[in-house]
């Protein structure tokens, strides 16, 4: 069965984001630290078309979590680009250039409509406007018995965490304080909706929690 | 040198206690969930003369926690009772009874003066107005070359934390959600004074995060 999977670094005290995320800082004021256990290592160097780099047992996480995915899921405010109505005299095509990093159809969650976008190498942009639920059942339809894959942001994933839609997550927990920014946990309830920590690979520099369904 | 050591359970979403703390509950709805990985440990039960109990690699980190401690810290609220002046004519003294856990000074931070109040089995309180860096240097001669253990609360911690006052910190971070109730890093900056992960042990049900000073 096709699973719903949830991979994210989070500060110590909570944050997948820093404060004042913009066009310009899309992972806000220090978000950036969150993420630089990923870049020495050879499979993220690969991805990205660079020679050489590390293996270590941050190594698996990465891997594991591009593994098997036909589909992502994320939020509007994920893609980016400018808060209401899509401008379509100057559209706004997400971060990643004519060749982003997904190779899977890419369905947003917004609250306004548009015309699908397709870009090159298997990515393709689809935004739906009927909710969480909704994004779920056409992403795991055009994942073909393969898993979806939840990008993110925080509030998309609450929403997800809540309604119990999430098979398997993994908190990659770096060791930093950021002191403000988006939050993950916040106003998600007293209940992991099922979810139980299954594994954790410690490192120095993040420690990987991975949370899945019992049986 | 003598050191300041912090070791304190999380949950998560970052809750050190749930909400609603009273004299009824004094860890808040649901914080009892935050240490029941303590209470099958054979040397947690020791400390409370019951036999029989688990060795796991948790026990570790709850003998160290113990060890070479001189003197205790802690806030007016964790020492409980009723916020505002002392009631002499009814005096709160402390949650534990006549035999605290503690077996050695204990220097308690408050705005309202006491007099000390001695215990059994080595257990003595004494009521700190003059901050925190005051309390550390009492605890500190107290402790008579040993280390000083800070017991809590969250608010206490944080102002230790922010002041760059804590030597070791060890986070045992519990794989639920509490949903609310206090953070134990909630405006605390982006600094972590020094502190680095230096140690992680993972089990099923909680992973232990010990940072020290580097160096």
Request: proline share 6%; charged share 20%.
């Amino acid at each position: 069965m096709s699973k719903l999977r949830f991979r994210i670094s989070m500060s110590l005290d909570g944050f997948v984001a820093g404060p004042h995320q913009s066009k310009e800082d899309p992972l806000g004021v220090g978000g950036m630290r969150l993420h630089e256990w990923v870049f020495p290592l050879e499979v993220f160097r690969k991805m990205h078309d660079m020679p050489g780099g590390e293996v270590n047992e941050s190594s698996l996480v990465v891997k594991e979590a591009f593994e098997n995915i036909g589909a992502t899921i994320m939020g509007r405010n994920m893609f980016g680009g400018h808060p209401g109505p899509w401008n379509s005299a100057k559209p706004w095509n997400g971060w990643w250039g004519d060749n982003p990093p997904f190779h899977t159809p890419v369905f947003v969650i917004t609250h306004y409509e548009r015309e699908p976008l397709v870009l090159k190498a298997g990515n393709s942009f689809t935004f739906v406007t009927e909710g969480l639920a909704a994004a779920l059942q056409q992403a795991k339809v055009a994942a073909g018995g393969c898993d979806v894959s939840l990008g993110g942001g925080a509030q998309v994933a609450r929403g997800y965490l809540r309604e119990g839609l999430i098979d398997e997550m993994t908190i990659s927990l770096v060791p930093i304080l950021l002191g403000s920014g988006e939050r993950l946990f916040d106003d998600t309830g007293e209940d992991l909706q099922g979810l139980e920590l299954v594994r954790t690979i410690a490192t120095r520099d993040v420690i990987h929690l991975r949370f899945a369904r019992a049986g």
